[in-house]
């Protein structure tokens, strides 16, 4: 639990470029180090994008989440694509608008609300900032809802740093490191 929130802590890990041509070995590596979850960042209506995604769902039973690039905008048939790539999450800079929240959904795929879109509703599950937050600066949203963050680059920060339930570790900073050490020390 972190905290008086209703999580437990965990860490994702975000595949870095120079993972891509090797994601399969990039993800079971990190699955087996004790991930608690694998993250792709990509345009989730890019077939490349989704058989990246698919290639990670057959290396790792983890969970799945796809961090859209800023400024794409999901639409309601990007739902049933990302469900059939085998994506668990996806983690857009931008809210996405009612029917996309619906499609998602349906398609049982989570969908993050953006810290900066302000006020998350009141059946969002999780929240979602990229780069520094605080235990302030999470909305007065649904307290059931997990906050997520990618820290900013560079930083190490804890969960009670952040006030986050979920940290988002960026591959690119974490390469050369020896999987298992390295998340021992984002756990400290």
Do not use: Y
């Not at 008086?4 to 699955?31: D, I, K, N």
């Not at 004790?34 to 058989?51: K, T």
């Not at 057959?58 to 799945?64: E, F, G, R, Y």
């Amino acid at each position: 639990m972190t905290g008086a929130r209703p999580f437990v802590p965990r860490l994702v890990v975000q595949a870095p470029r120079e993972a891509l041509a090797e994601l399969t070995t990039w993800g079971r590596q990190w699955s087996e180090a004790g991930a608690d979850g694998l993250a792709l960042e990509g345009a989730p209506a890019d077939p490349a994008v989704l058989g990246l995604v698919a290639g990670l769902r057959a290396a790792s039973a983890l969970p799945l989440e796809v961090i859209p690039p800023p400024g794409t905008r999901l639409g309601p048939d990007t739902a049933e694509a990302l469900a059939r790539a085998g994506a668990d999450w996806v983690l857009p800079a931008q809210a996405p608008e009612g029917a996309t929240a619906a499609a998602l959904e349906a398609a049982g795929v989570g969908w993050a609300w953006p810290l900066e879109a302000g006020t998350p509703p009141a059946a969002c599950r999780r929240v979602h900032a990229a780069g520094g937050a605080g235990p302030g600066d999470w909305p007065a949203g649904p307290a059931t809802a997990e906050r997520s963050l990618v820290p900013p680059p560079g930083a190490v920060v804890g969960f009670g740093q952040s006030g986050a339930d979920t940290l988002i570790l960026p591959g690119a900073e974490l390469a050369g490191a020896d999987p298992a050490a390295a998340l021992a020390e984002w756990r400290r």
